[in-house]
């Protein structure tokens, strides 16, 4: 790759200047697992004004759907996990889900130019519950798309998790897909490239970090500072180009190598663990952005890479089963401000852009009344009823506010409860232990929150605590049983 002469340079320089031509814009995921979403068409102007050129849902939701409309923006829309069984078992349900929720909104002006058939479907975590529906769904929205007349302007994909393929050896050269799916994947992989569908799969070296304490920290990065893996001729000195090429080969040594690749998901979480932090999420997002924009692409797979940045805004209500960092992957906080600088190579700022005319709640917080004692027995579970019906995963080790004191944490509990159900008085009692302030709690990297006005008319928005005083009833409840033990 070092030795292509004055054409790959050209190349290059070409690339760089005319980024938007050699790798179709960057993207980004839109997620809506948030208790206080930014309303949709604010969202739009904040990814037209970072020059994003494509947008990923998980859904086909129709708050998200409308902004969308004559915005310009490329639109990969998302089929949910628990759809597939009955897409698969429906030509009829698929043609409907067709219907409603891609010809009418491209007949409404939006640019919709993929259908992401479930997500990351066959992870290992799901113990096989989506091996029979996918493909036989995938069909079906194929069949429904042709149908439809729709199906050389919108493609069918499936977001697939780097696990369905592996490496016996490490190096990308013995890459294939994983021994318990092969036969499923060729046949899908196949299905793919009949007709001219991409392959899209989601690629995070924070994961491996996160799994394994040994794994190299360098070698998440593209600085080029690690110990390369060594693969014939070829030196990797990053995980991304590694997996990507892993993916590569095994596409290459099945009779598929030629079939297009779609990034659907690469980030770095900023909150939630040790090695998740601004620092390392600008570090990895800026290098993997200077990488592609070079266009310079994989040593096995060169040439633009198409990508969607997970993800553009904090999601305080996804799951934390795999872990804290979950609801902090969003380059932007859940109220749209950048979260450090980044530069995308898509404006002439040169930075991001934060999301415009956001509305907030009044300056108030909740915090534990400083003529409380510590150890009254009601704040122990005060403070878990507080975490489990609100977000406290900026606590902990090395995360944004570890370095609370014991007061410190109790508050910042007490105000996401109080924050995440619109402020109500209600929610900042806890048995008289908590109280109203003015005055802001933030300290160093602690950032107290106060939450935005949310769009009440948006069809994501999930349903919040509203009934404080049963739930003031069910927390003395709680302690009273707390007393008892």
Same mark, same amino acid.
């Given at each position: 790759?070092?030795?292509?002469?004055?054409?790959?340079?050209?190349?290059?320089?070409?690339?760089?200047?005319?980024?938007?031509?050699?790798?179709?814009?960057?993207?980004?995921?839109?997620?809506?697992?948030?208790?206080?979403?930014?309303?949709?068409?604010?969202?739009?102007?904040?990814?037209?004004? $970072? +020059?994003?050129?494509?947008?990923?849902? #998980?859904? !086909?939701?129709?708050?998200?759907?409308? %902004? *969308?409309? =004559?915005? &310009? /923006?490329?639109?990969?829309?998302?089929?949910?996990?628990?759809?597939?069984?009955?897409?698969?078992?429906?030509?009829?349900?698929?043609?409907?889900?067709?219907?409603?929720?891609?010809?009418?909104?491209?007949?409404?002006?939006?640019?919709?130019?993929?259908?992401?058939?479930?997500?990351?479907?066959?992870?290992?975590?799901? $113990? +096989?519950?989506?091996?029979?529906?996918? #493909?036989? !769904?995938?069909?079906?929205?194929?069949? %429904? *798309?042709? =149908?439809? &007349? /729709?199906?050389?302007?919108?493609?069918?994909?499936?977001?697939?998790?780097?696990?369905?393929?592996?490496?016996?050896?490490?190096?990308?050269?013995?890459?294939?897909?994983?021994?318990?799916?092969?036969?499923?994947?060729?046949?899908?992989?196949?299905?793919?490239?009949?007709?001219?569908?991409?392959?899209?799969?989601?690629?995070?070296?924070?994961?491996?970090?996160?799994?394994?304490?040994?794994?190299?920290?360098?070698?998440?990065?593209?600085?080029?500072?690690?110990?390369?893996?060594?693969?014939?001729?070829?030196?990797?000195?990053?995980?991304?180009?590694?997996?990507?090429?892993?993916?590569?080969?095994?596409?290459?040594?099945?009779?598929?190598?030629?079939?297009?690749?779609?990034?659907?998901?690469?980030?770095?979480?900023?909150?939630?663990?040790?090695?998740?932090?601004?620092?390392?999420?600008?570090?990895?997002?800026?290098?993997?952005?200077?990488?592609?924009?070079?266009?310079?692409?994989?040593?096995?797979?060169?040439?633009?890479?198409?990508?969607?940045?997970?993800?553009?805004?904090?999601?305080?209500?996804?799951?934390?089963?795999?872990?804290?960092?979950?609801?902090?992957?969003?380059?932007?906080?859940?109220?749209?401000?950048?979260?450090?600088?980044?530069?995308?190579?898509?404006?002439?700022?040169?930075?991001?852009?934060?999301?415009?005319?956001?509305?907030?709640?009044?300056?108030?917080?909740?915090?534990?009344?400083?003529?409380?004692?510590?150890?009254?027995?009601?704040?122990?579970?005060?403070?878990?009823?507080?975490?489990?019906?609100?977000?406290?995963?900026?606590?902990?080790?090395?995360?944004?506010?570890?370095?609370?004191?014991?007061?410190?944490?109790?508050?910042?509990?007490?105000?996401?409860?109080?924050?995440?159900?619109?402020?109500?008085?209600?929610?900042?009692?806890?048995?008289?232990?908590?109280?109203?302030?003015?005055?802001?709690?933030?300290?160093?990297?602690?950032?107290?929150?106060?939450?935005?006005?949310?769009?009440?008319?948006?069809?994501?928005?999930?349903?919040?605590?509203?009934?404080?005083?049963?739930?003031?009833?069910?927390?003395?409840?709680?302690?009273?049983?707390?007393?008892?033990?």
């Amino acid at each position: 790759m070092g030795n292509m002469g004055w054409f790959s340079v050209g190349f290059r320089m070409i690339c760089w200047l005319c980024f938007v031509v050699c790798v179709g814009g960057i993207g980004a995921n839109w997620g809506t697992q948030t208790s206080h979403p930014i309303p949709p068409n604010t969202v739009v102007q904040m990814l037209k004004n $970072n +020059g994003f050129q494509k947008v990923k849902l #998980f859904d !086909a939701d129709e708050g998200l759907l409308n %902004a *969308l409309k =004559k915005s &310009g /923006l490329e639109v990969m829309v998302g089929i949910p996990n628990d759809m597939l069984a009955v897409l698969a078992a429906s030509m009829k349900a698929a043609q409907n889900w067709v219907s409603k929720n891609v010809s009418e909104y491209i007949n409404d002006g939006v640019n919709i130019r993929y259908v992401a058939v479930g997500n990351e479907p066959f992870l290992q975590t799901y $113990n +096989g519950s989506f091996l029979q529906t996918t #493909f036989p !769904a995938l069909q079906n929205v194929q069949g %429904a *798309l042709t =149908k439809a &007349g /729709l199906s050389s302007q919108v493609k069918v994909t499936i977001p697939l998790n780097a696990d369905v393929y592996e490496s016996s050896s490490g190096r990308p050269s013995d890459g294939d897909f994983r021994s318990d799916i092969r036969d499923l994947m060729l046949a899908i992989v196949k299905f793919l490239s009949d007709n001219a569908a991409p392959f899209t799969v989601n690629i995070y070296p924070f994961i491996s970090l996160y799994s394994d304490p040994n794994f190299p920290v360098d070698y998440a990065f593209f600085e080029g500072n690690s110990s390369p893996v060594i693969d014939g001729t070829t030196s990797y000195t990053n995980m991304f180009d590694a997996n990507h090429d892993t993916l590569i080969w095994a596409l290459k040594k099945n009779g598929y190598g030629n079939l297009p690749v779609i990034v659907g998901e690469i980030g770095w979480p900023t909150d939630g663990d040790m090695n998740a932090n601004p620092q390392y999420a600008q570090r990895f997002n800026q290098g993997f952005m200077n990488h592609i924009l070079l266009g310079q692409g994989t040593p096995v797979r060169p040439g633009p890479i198409d990508a969607y940045l997970f993800s553009l805004i904090d999601e305080d209500e996804k799951s934390i089963q795999p872990g804290n960092f979950e609801r902090h992957w969003g380059i932007f906080t859940y109220d749209g401000l950048p979260k450090y600088q980044l530069n995308l190579g898509t404006t002439k700022a040169g930075g991001l852009v934060r999301a415009m005319n956001v509305q907030y709640l009044d300056k108030k917080w909740c915090v534990l009344k400083p003529s409380v004692n510590l150890d009254d027995s009601r704040i122990a579970p005060s403070v878990s009823y507080a975490c489990a019906n609100a977000d406290c995963t900026s606590l902990g080790y090395n995360t944004s506010c570890g370095n609370l004191d014991a007061q410190g944490n109790i508050s910042y509990a007490f105000n996401s409860f109080y924050q995440k159900n619109d402020q109500d008085a209600v929610a900042c009692d806890f048995s008289n232990l908590a109280t109203i302030t003015e005055k802001d709690p933030t300290t160093g990297t602690c950032r107290f929150e106060i939450m935005i006005v949310a769009d009440s008319g948006m069809s994501w928005n999930l349903p919040r605590v509203r009934d404080h005083r049963a739930l003031l009833v069910l927390s003395v409840f709680l302690q009273v049983i707390w007393t008892l033990l």
